[in-house]
């Protein structure tokens, strides 16, 4: 067994089951996905630690925990179509794209996304499109969406979001402070107006930036 396949094994059962996140498909991929390919050389020992990791332009790779929790949270079965915000390292994006139909990925720093685009090419991610935009404003071109996940924390959940959830689909978004919000999912009944909201607890993400985000 090589090292970081020994390293991801351990945070598996560390982080993420003794935390409760039992989805097995979930499981599965975070224990295949070489996380340290999404980390700068200098921290790779740190790669499969159980907190975010610096990635360059004030932006980070989020915690392992954290990213098992959300993704936990959208109940993909395969067949959905998703949208992310937030593309940063790409981790996030690889899950999902192997959990998923097909992922699109909305990133506003275009040096990330190039990044992020080269790594998930190595990993045969084909199913994935990443654009550069303001992310607040979802991606209307594709909508209806199953799934839509924000790695980026906003001060109130952006109307572009609801409006461009498919009936039964989930939205996961951490809403709150700039320092400190509180992990949000929405979930869409089959009438228009039906929305349940569920809190999953307390994080920290950067500012998601944007028109109807945090004014940068
Ligand atoms: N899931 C990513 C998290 C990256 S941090 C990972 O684990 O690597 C959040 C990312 O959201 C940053 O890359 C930041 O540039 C991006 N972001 C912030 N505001 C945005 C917006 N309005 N649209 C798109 N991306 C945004």
Known sequence: MDKYKKQRAR????????????????LKVMEEIPRHFFVDEALLDQAYNDNPLPIGERQTISQPYIVALMTEALELTGSEK??????GSGYQTAVLSRLADRVISVERISSLAEKAR??????????VLIAVSDGSFGWKDEAPYDAIIVT????????????QLARGGRLVIPVGG???QKLVRVVRGTLPDDLEYEDLGGCRFVNLIGEYGWKG
């Open 11 to 26: 945070m598996l059962e560390r982080q993420i089951r003794a935390r409760g996140v039992s989805d097995e498909r979930v």
């Open 82 to 87: 998703v949208l992310e915000i937030g593309t």
């Open 118 to 127: 080269k790594i998930l090419e190595r990993l045969k991610c084909f199913n």
């Open 152 to 163: 980026a924390g906003a001060p109130d959940i952006p109307r572009t979001y609801i409006e």
């Open 178 to 180: 700039a320092h400190e």
